[in-house]
């Protein structure tokens, strides 16, 4: 039998959205309020979802201490109260959309989380504004 856990989990983050070979006015009509140069933060609220066998001894599909601990450990301890430009290695050089902030997120989980698993991110940004990767199908 398959079954799909989630784990929610929240960070505050701040970011700006710019692209550094476009001119202050084209970042500034693409992005808006988002491209502030003194930056700006969300309180992001994060859920990651994990599919799989339920295991017939435990019952459990994950045991979701280990899971909150693992998203802890790669993603809440590295992004909570960091300005992502600055801060995180991974947006160095990647805008720090919530799209890109999900993908980087599932690629830091994946990398943890054993291959039997199917994983799913989702990143709210606002209450209104949110990111499912990989997308669905």
Known sequence: MRA??????HFNAAHRLHNPS?????????????????????????????????????GYVIDMKMLSELIIENVINKFDHKNLNLDVEEFKDLNPTAENIAV???????????????????????ER???EYPEAK
């Open 22 to 58: 476009w001119d202050m006015e084209t970042n500034q009509k693409v992005f808006g309020k988002c491209n502030n140069p003194s930056y700006h933060g969300h309180n992001y609220e994060l859920v990651v979802k994990v599919s799989g066998e339920i295991d017939p001894d435990t």
């Open 104 to 126: 980087v997120i599932y690629n830091l989980v994946r990398a943890k989380l054993a291959a039997q698993y199917d994983l799913k991110v989702l990143l709210y940004e606002t």
């Open 4 to 9: 799909t856990v989630y784990r929610k989990e």
């Open 129 to 131: 504004n949110f990111v």
